[in-house]
């Protein structure tokens, strides 16, 4: 039993029932310091006054225990945001350490195991201390997870389960196991987004309209920004390469237009003049890259088309993340071509400047 968990359950049910500490005591046969100790959580009750004291309290044997089976969508908002800065503030083994006493408290809950496996997958990528042992043995976990929700066989959350197994997988290079997890997922080539919307205004909900339109705008544009970038990695192993920078320049022409993608199509653009040996012009491009890079903001709170779309990881997170993607790029071994290049260096200075700055300011 979890004596700060009791002794808050008991002081709270106490004040709802509008009784003191003494009058609880003398219900149940003890001393008032008795249950000054319990609500402080300087001792347990006794097992055999559990019920006497749910029923002095007016409550349940569950409730004084905070047992619950099951977990709202409002508890499980809470846990995902306390979760995030555990993994934020105290660094991914205390995030995983937390994460393992929630299921154990809610080992039932699908739902909870989806929201940490998603947690394990995001705050591994962004520990910088990580090894690649380490790295797949937190994926396998994750995995181990997501299997558990595809066996539940709940609908709600079999789908991103799936998907989520078939993205590990990937970037585990497992390839066979993440096709099979995608091929699992139900096949449609009807998406109701694209009518829902229009059912809401409609009705009038010209608000929850809007927030839906700018949600699905900004993943169907991610969406393309993907398979443009594939379709250009195709066409570049096949060495057409004005063909690629045609896919590429759109890719660049959407993230300049919508700020979205974290100008990916001008790291994108780089890597293709390194392929060319064109090396100044790649390296022109990647400083464009890191300038842009540096500049997007942590939300969408000042877009023209997503002002409404929350993201999952806050600011602080974000951070974290951008840390460890800008570190990646100055260890990146296929960028060393670029080396003594007079845009590269500044690039590489630019990332390594900014770099402390947000190791030792909030910006």
């Known amino acids: 039993m979890n004596t700060l968990i009791i002794g808050d359950t008991i002081l709270r049910l106490r004040r709802e029932k509008g009784i003191t500490q003494e009058q609880l005591a003398n219900m149940v046969g003890v001393s008032a310091g008795a249950v000054c100790k319990w609500e402080t959580g300087n001792s347990l009750p006794d097992i055999a006054l559990l019920a006497p004291l749910a ?25 995902k945001e306390n979760l995030t800065e555990v993994f934020i503030q105290k660094g991914f083994n205390d995030g995983e350490e937390k994460s393992k006493e929630l299921l154990n408290e809610f080992p039932n809950s699908v739902h909870l195991k989806l929201s940490i ?107 393309s920004t993907a398979m443009l970038t594939t379709i250009a990695n195709i066409v570049i192993e096949e060495e057409n390469y004005e063909e690629a920078k045609i896919f590429i320049d759109t890719i660049r022409n959407i993230q300049s237009i919508f700020n979205t993608g974290l100008h990916s199509g001008d790291y994108n653009l780089c890597n293709l003049y390194i392929k060319k040996q064109q090396l100044e012009v790649a390296a022109k491009y990647f400083k ?27 600011e602080e997170g974000q951070q974290s993340i951008r840390k460890k993607m800008y570190q990646s790029l100055i260890d990146d071994t296929k960028l060393k071509v670029l080396e003594g290049l007079p845009d590269y260096s500044e690039a590489i200075q630019i990332l390594r400047t900014d770099l402390l700055f947000r190791s030792g300011i909030t910006r």
Request: include cysteine; aromatic fraction near 10%.
């Open 288 to 314: 464009i890259y890191v300038e842009g890079l540096i500049s997007i903001e942590y939300d969408y709170n000042n877009s023209k088309f997503f002002k409404d779309v929350q993201l999952e990881v806050n």
């Open 117 to 223: 496996a998603g947690l394990i997958q995001m705050y591994s990528m962004a520990s910088a201390e990580e090894s690649e042992e380490l790295y797949r043995l937190r994926m396998e976990y994750a995995l181990e997870l997501l299997e558990q929700v595809v066996m539940s066989k709940d609908v709600k959350y079999v789908s991103q389960a799936l998907f989520f197994i078939s993205s590990i997988q990937l970037m585990l290079e497992n390839y066979d196991e993440s096709e099979k997890a995608l091929k699992e997922l139900l096949p449609s080539s009807i998406d109701p987004m694209t009518i829902y919307p229009i059912l809401l205004q409609r009705q009038g909900k010209n608000s929850e309209a809007k927030i839906l339109c700018e949600g699905r705008l900004l993943l169907y544009l991610n969406q």
């Open 55 to 79: 029923r002095a309290l007016n409550g349940s044997l569950d409730e004084l225990l905070s047992y619950n089976p099951e977990l709202s969508e409002a508890d499980l908002l809470d846990i």
